[in-house]
């Protein structure tokens, strides 16, 4: 009797087990869906909130974290509650929110020497989902571009998500003319002189696009121009403005456009110019105390850029990064700089 007794409690934990990983994959699902159909603040918070839970349960470098930050919090109300992680937690642990195997990773550049963050994708289908969805927000469909993008291959762009972003839009764009050319200055100089009705978006780390301007200037009506990143040690650092000014008088445009991004997040915001940034509705920028982390600071005031990335779903959406920076009411940001004693990185920033 006894041993059926066991038999039988055996098969309804089996069955308990089974139906709870049922709920929680149908669970999981639905949020990814959720990502991207957000259309309101009230979606956005929502959302944040049941990625919080799913990711506190599932993440243990971040649950340890919001236990040791925030004892006994366990069921924020409001987005303003959630703790955001520092993102320099990704050069030493594995931040991670899913029982599956990574299917790829994505390492920051660094500069010599240095740690190297390291962001473990769950699902790549996810990241091109996020800056697909983004870059059409934006831009609109890849196909009207002759996409051209001077960023470095080679061991230096070796599991970069940047330069995945850049392939995969290379591809999508469907024209002979897109690639990769920082090598190929000669090439690329020919391709920015001639003059079409096919518009044309240059995207490239700020050194490179200064070093193919050094002798001569460029005039292309159809030219977007989109700066990437700072100088990498590469040249000497300059504060937005003078780069802008300069490549503005280079290239003949109007605007410079801008990437934000990093290794440590799967979404990106853009700049049409003057610096200010646009989120996608899944992103948003909220601006901490420099002097108290857990204070979250109003409109206009300088701080610590803090982010959130729906999408970065399967690692941490919340992260508090080393970058300074003011949101503005109309949801816009401004990023002014970076902490003292951070570390060079491949993103966009440059010093104040």
Known sequence: ????????????????????????????????????????????????????HYQYLRNKVYHDFVDLLNPGLKNPEQVSEIPFLPVE??????????????????????????????????????YEKSFLTSFEIFYGDPRQYVILALLPLGTEGQDSSLIYMADKLIR?????????????????????????????????????????????????????????????GR????????????????????????????????????????????????MKILIRDTNDPKTLLGYGKTGGINVIDLANLYSCSFISTQDLGKTREDGSFEVLGRFDNSDIRGCNLLVI
Request: charged content about 20%; glycine content about 6%; hydrophobic content about 40%.
């Open 1 to 52: 009797m006894r041993k059926n007794i066991k038999f039988h409690y055996s098969n309804f934990i089996s069955i308990y087990l089974y139906t709870i990983t049922f709920i929680f994959i149908v669970k999981i699902s639905e949020l990814k869906n959720k990502i991207f159909g957000i259309n309101s603040v009230s979606d956005f918070n929502g959302i944040a909130l049941e990625i919080f």
């Open 235 to 282: 040249r000497k650092e300059m504060v937005r403005e003078e780069l802008q000014s300069v490549l503005k008088s280079k290239f003949n445009v109007m605007n410079i456009h801008s990437e934000y991004g990093m290794t440590e997040l799967l979404s990106q915001a853009y700049s049409k110019g003057d610096g200010i940034f646009r989120t996608p509705p899944w």
């Open 172 to 232: 999508i764009s469907e024209n002979v003319k897109s690639g990769f050319y920082f090598e190929k200055t000669k090439e690329l100089n020919f391709l920015l002189q001639q003059s079409g009705e096919q518009k044309i978006i240059l995207l490239g780390v700020s050194y490179a696009l200064l070093d193919i301007t050094l002798n001569n200037s460029l005039n292309n009506p159809n030219l977007i121009v989109m700066e990437t990143g700072g100088m990498k």
């Open 89 to 126: 937690l990704f050069k030493t642990q594995k931040i991670y929110s899913s029982d599956h195997e990574p299917e790829i990773q994505f390492l920051s550049s660094g500069t010599t020497g240095s740690n190297k963050s390291t962001h473990y994708i769950a699902e790549i289908a996810l």
